[in-house]
Structure formats: structure tokens, C-alpha cells
């Protein structure tokens, strides 16, 4: 489609703005199945932390990112 030059930018970004919304919503899902591994190992220590990564949406995108505390990375 690039090659065929500016004629096609509008196709092409519709292309990217629905593989950008397919990526979001894959980083959801796996942004709660983190979570829920979180929650098991937080309760086989005997310890309850949640939460301790989460999807930040950035706006403008090009693009969200995974934010974790610290402890979250021991």
C-alpha cells in the first residue's frame, strides 16, 4: 500500500489505528491475567499485594507502558 504513495495514508492509517486497537486490547487482557498470577503468588507467600503493575495509557499514543512498583520487581 506505501508504495502506491499518498493516495493511500487514509487506508493505511485506518490499518494502523485498528491493529493499535487489537494491541490495547490484548495488553488489557493481559494486564488481568498479570494480575490474577499476582494475586496466587501473593497468596501462596501469605501476603496480599495487588495492583503492583498496571497499563498506563498515554495520550496522545503511539503507545501504553507497563508500570510496576518496585517491589513488584523483587
Known sequence: MRSRGDSTISARRALLEDHQEQ??????????????????????RG?????RCTVV????????????TEAALR
Do not use: F, G
Not at 495509557?57 to 510496576?68: E, G, I, N, Y
Open 23 to 44: 494491541v490495547m486490547v490484548q495488553a488489557e487482557e493481559l494486564q488481568e491475567h498479570l494480575q490474577k498470577i499476582e494475586s496466587i503468588i501473593s497468596n501462596l
Open 47 to 51: 501476603t496480599r499485594r495487588s495492583n
Open 57 to 68: 495509557k498515554k495520550a496522545p499514543l503511539p503507545a501504553d507502558r507497563l508500570v510496576c
